[in-house]
């Protein structure tokens, strides 16, 4: 891997499928009502159940009295913290990036104090939905109430309010990441550009909230559990673990997913509950979580706060970066909190840019709030957040165009040491060609002479997919590996099905894998059957997340059909007469340059299948399982630009144009990747303009609801305008990179760049996230009595 990979506008593709927009598969069955979502599921005796929640942010548990609900009618019983006590463990995080990082206890029911508004503290099931919920008001809890801490850098302060004993200042830990000489880049520098930034708290919100349903069989010993993970195979183990049963006892199942962005891909209180109840009780349990529930209890995302020094000269360069970060953990460390501020986002902090002296230090603090936890993007737009508004405080500083700061910083030369290839500098070319940059400029520069506010805002990201290999995973941290896999069984007719690690939570899965193995085969895409998420039928998996399932879970897929194909050839080599490695396959078909005589794949499934003759020392069947453990990550890079006018009697933000133009390697099915980036911009837009988490001082949720949590409709979106650049990664066999998560990292960054550019007449050079009309209506009123007005 040392020679950049080339750029291309078009990809140079001619294998079957790969490449073309296959409609998906998924959708007739989806779109007439047919899928099979758990809350629709029921089994035979089937009970609810619910969870008691904390009403206080921070108290201790006094007493708990359940005896009054369990006398109600229907109630099978009620768990306590102290019923747990001794029989299951702890929830613990999966991923512990850092040196010193303390991990608190993390009860799956409380039993002593309580650290959040729903913090779980008893667990009731029943035999109807309505039973449960009147049980959950006649349980008597007496607490003591406590102070709480909302605020990371309130937290953190000397004599702030202690959550955790023994965890001095609430810090978990203060994990470093550092190139260079900052120090020295300051002193050689210009001047230093400071800035202070707040990445907003979001709620994941999931079209399908959290339902699981689980039965266990005394007789067999075995607990079957129907649950919307990304990662089932992982859930098991982390059940196993938790509980303390024999992983292969533990049988997990994936129906359809009503989306997960990140939060179905981390352990809950719920899931051990449901599982350990259903054995404890004997009853099969289904758990569904309210939408209001949602937003107590799935973790949330971002909650950051960004203190960034750049050291530049007054050319433009930027010589050192300097951040000092305060992540919110919420109360207890989640699954992969300590790695999304402090591997996720320093690793990449400074974006597309060379900025050869870096210091960053990540303090993970935490507050009596939810806990924080990946969230589509996962770090990496908190980071590309911060670079992008850095870059633009430079230009304002400078009084340079903002692209020709970041023309000036933009890597070219690759691989990279962080990237393995890319196309920085030409997707910003191309998104300023296709956006005419200049012509939107002369507009806006007519538009401020009626006295209307016009705003662009071009940007640059690049992210990193794929976490694997194993290897690095093992030395970030992380209790996991970076494999997937890919079981190809062979049925006699030549018919195909696949099982991957990879779970689709609405991604197409099934469409796209199906174009992989069967553009591999040379076989009819409708010969293949895809399997997912079921930790029987799929040997192992490692699952969807970190947009990987193409680059780690299509490649195993694809090597593995490739496995399939070389064992094929022995069996045709027999039927042809001939040495195997004068076998040649194409269009299907099994031939040798000297014989015209072609065979069929489906031949030789059969052939296999059913081996009266077959080769010597090869096994009967073409069936094969492989396990890949990509050699690194993938890079995807874009820019993306967006074109706004503000309303400045109302604050209203109208957005005019976005376009996104990126660079996402090959692309397995266009259509799919497309509608990705329409998805993952929409949530951008979401954190840019609406959405935000808001606790009151005493650590109530203000916004726990949709009635309060703004997730943007259709009616606010513009059409967006999309164009790709293909630079093929060599870190897979597919050189595909991964483009689930491109939207919500560019989008933030365009819209604020863009809305702060409109309000650059009035000195405004930087308002936080979400920029609500309100906000912006105070800004523009606070900076016009300062300054005097609008020039």
Known sequence: MNQQSPISKTQNLSQGYIGKSVPRREDARLLDGAGQFIDNM???????????????????????????????????????????????????????????????????????????????????????????????????????????????????QEGAVQIHEGIKNNRAGKPLMAWGDYRKAAEEADQIVSLKLINNRLIPSAMEPRVLLASFDKYSEKLEMYIPSQVPHLHRRWISDTLGWPEHKIHLKVPDIGGGFGAKMHLYVEEILVAYAAKHFGCPIKWTETRSESHLSTHHGRAHTQYIDLAIKN?????????????????????????????????????????????????????????????????????????????????EVLGMDPLEVRRKNVIQKFPHNFYDSGSFLKCMEEAKSSFKYEEKRELQAQAREEGRYLGIGIINYTESCGMAPSTVLGNLGFDRGGYESAEIKVHPDGKVTLFTGSTPQGHGHHTSFAQIVASELQIPMEDVEVITGDTEAVPVGVGTYNSRSMAVGGS????????????????????????????????????????????????????????????????????????????????????HAAFVEVDIETGKIEILEYLAVDDAGNLINPMLAEGQIHGGIAQGIGQALYENTVYSEDGQLLSGSLLDYAVPKADQLPSFKTDFLYTPTQTNPLGAKGIGEAGTIAAPPALVSAVCDALKPFGIDHIDMPLTPPKIWKAIQSASQDKGGAS
Not at 103 to 123: M, R, S
Not at 345 to 358: D, Q
Not at 599 to 620: C, G, L, Y
Request: glycine fraction near 6%; hydrophobic fraction near 40%; proline fraction near 6%.
């Open 315 to 395: 050319d433009g360069t930027v010589l050192g970066l300097k951040l000092k970060l305060f992540a919110n953990m919420g109360a207890y460390l989640s699954n992969m909190a300590t790695g999304v501020p402090s591997v996720n986002c320093t690793y990449f902090a400074n974006g597309n840019y060379n900025i050869p002296n870096y210091f960053a230090q990540t303090n993970l603090i935490f507050t009596n709030t939810v806990p924080v936890d990946a969230y589509r993007g996962a770090g990496r737009p908190e980071a590309t957040y911060l670079i992008e508004r850095s870059m633009d405080k430079v230009a």
């Open 42 to 156: 029921k089994l035979p005796n089937m009970t609810y159940s619910a969870v008691l929640r904390s009403p206080y942010a921070h108290a201790r548990l006094l007493s708990i009295n359940t005896e009054e609900a369990l006398s109600l009618k229907g109630i099978v019983g009620i768990l306590t913290g102290e019923d747990l006590k001794g029989k299951v463990g702890l929830i613990r995080p999966n991923w512990i990036a850092g040196q010193d990082i303390q991990i608190p206890d993390h009860p799956v029911l409380a039993f002593d104090k309580v650290n959040y508004t729903g913090d779980a503290v008893a667990f009731i099931v029943g035999e109807s939905r309505e039973a449960v919920q009147d049980a959950l008001e006649m349980i008597e809890v007496e607490y003591e109430v406590l102070d709480p801490i909302i605020d990371e850098e309130e937290a953190f």
């Open 556 to 639: 195993a897929a694809k090597i593995c059909a490739g496995k399939v194909i070389e064992k094929a050839k022995k069996y045709a080599a027999l039927k042809l007469r001939c040495k195997e490695e004068s076998v040649l396959y194409q269009e299907g078909h099994f031939f040798t340059e000297e014989n015209e005589k072609r065979i069929p794949f489906a031949k030789i499934a059969r052939m296999a299948a059913v081996p009266h003759h077959k080769p010597e020392d090869v096994t009967p069947g073409l069936d094969q399982l492989y396990t890949h453990d990509p050699i690194s990550m993938s890079s995807p890079n874009g820019s």
